[in-house]
């Protein structure tokens, strides 16, 4: 079992690490070259591919510290009482150029009560959600995020107008390293909706 986590996660990450890291090297190349007299615009778009891609790496290097963490036992939750209002808020706010062209409608009570979370892990999941929807549904296309109460509890809903999973993807999504067919061709290591 763990040779084979192992090899799933060197499979994995070997692809996902080395992707970003050529396309860093490339434009930061191009960029460096004395004889390569660029446009300002095409200087422009390779320092932004260098932003982008430094961006990702970084966030396939926090999914894998935190799936570390979460299983080594050294993350601790520090639940208090807060209001899902903020901790959407912030999310969204991190996630600002990548939401830019999205409408995202919020549909929240303005009785919601407070909630018992660790604010900095519940922004996490809600950036994890909202990347996997910009992710892998059409681009321009519409996130709902909504929150009501339910008895004792309150239900928190993203919904996207991607093309869904494939029957049997909806528990194994969950998985560790476990990516849907959809997905495949896409990025990530499959640790966003684990964590």
């Not at 320092?47 to 963490?69: F, H, K, P, V």
């Amino acid at each position: 079992e763990t040779e084979q986590l192992r090899n799933s996660l060197l499979s994995s990450v070997s692809h996902d690490l080395r992707t970003p890291l050529a396309a860093i090297t490339g434009a930061a190349s191009s960029l460096m070259d004395d004889e390569n007299v660029l446009e300002p615009a095409a200087r422009h778009e390779m320092a932004q591919t260098i932003y982008e891609e430094a961006g990702r790496l970084n966030r396939l290097l926090r999914n894998l510290l935190d799936m570390t963490r979460l299983e080594s036992g050294a993350l601790q939750v520090n639940k208090e009482l807060q209001p899902l209002e903020e901790v959407i808020g912030a999310a969204l706010s991190r996630l600002e150029e990548p939401l830019a062209d999205r409408a995202v409608n919020i549909q929240l009570p303005d009785d919601l009560p407070f909630v018992p979370i660790d604010s900095v892990l519940i922004e996490q999941v809600f950036i994890n959600l909202l990347e996997n929807a910009i992710k892998y549904t059409p681009p321009h296309s519409p996130i709902d995020l909504s929150a009501w109460v339910d008895g004792a509890a309150v239900v928190i809903e993203v919904a996207d107008r991607g093309p869904g999973l494939p029957p049997g993807d909806e528990q194994r999504i969950f998985e560790k390293f476990y990516r849907a067919r959809a997905a495949q061709n896409g990025s990530g290591v499959g640790l966003g909706l684990t964590i």
